[in-house]
């Protein structure tokens, strides 16, 4: 079963930066592909970025493509999420996902195991 735990988030200032880590528990790490969502407050949750298993291919949304980068390190059974250049729309808790099926998740809110808390993200204005 794939746990997931999110972290990183805080408050920071529009055009500032923040980097989100996903620590996936589990030996199958590398055979997963990962995702991100967010959540702002009273809507959806919403594709955000996802990676392939080997890290080669990224897709993003139209919203943070050019500010977001996607990465992970197989070594350390860990996504990150880079956020630059923040607005304040970014604001939303954001959580990480697995899936065995690659970019599914840009279509489909779906993760492998449960959700975890999530980490909250605030950009001021």
């Known amino acids: 079963q794939v746990q997931l735990v999110e972290s990183g988030g805080g408050l920071v200032q529009a055009g500032g930066s923040l980097r989100l880590s996903c620590a996936v528990s589990?030996?199958?790490?590398?055979?997963?592909?990962m995702g991100w969502f967010r959540q702002a407050p009273g809507k959806g949750r919403e594709f955000v970025a996802t990676?392939?298993?080997?890290?080669?291919?990224?897709w993003y949304a139209d919203s943070v493509k050019g500010r977001f980068t996607i990465s992970r390190d197989n070594a350390k059974n860990t996504v990150y999420l880079q956020m630059n250049s923040l607005k304040p729309e970014d604001t939303a808790v954001y959580y990480c996902?697995?899936?065995?099926?690659?970019?599914?998740?840009?279509?489909?809110?779906?993760?492998?195991?449960?959700w975890g808390q999530g980490t909250q993200v605030t950009v001021s204005s």
């Open positions: 990676i392939n298993w080997s890290g080669g291919s990224t």
């Open positions: 589990g030996r199958t790490f590398s055979s997963y592909a």
């Open positions: 996902a697995a899936d065995k099926v690659p970019f599914r998740v840009a279509v489909t809110i779906i993760t492998e195991g449960s």
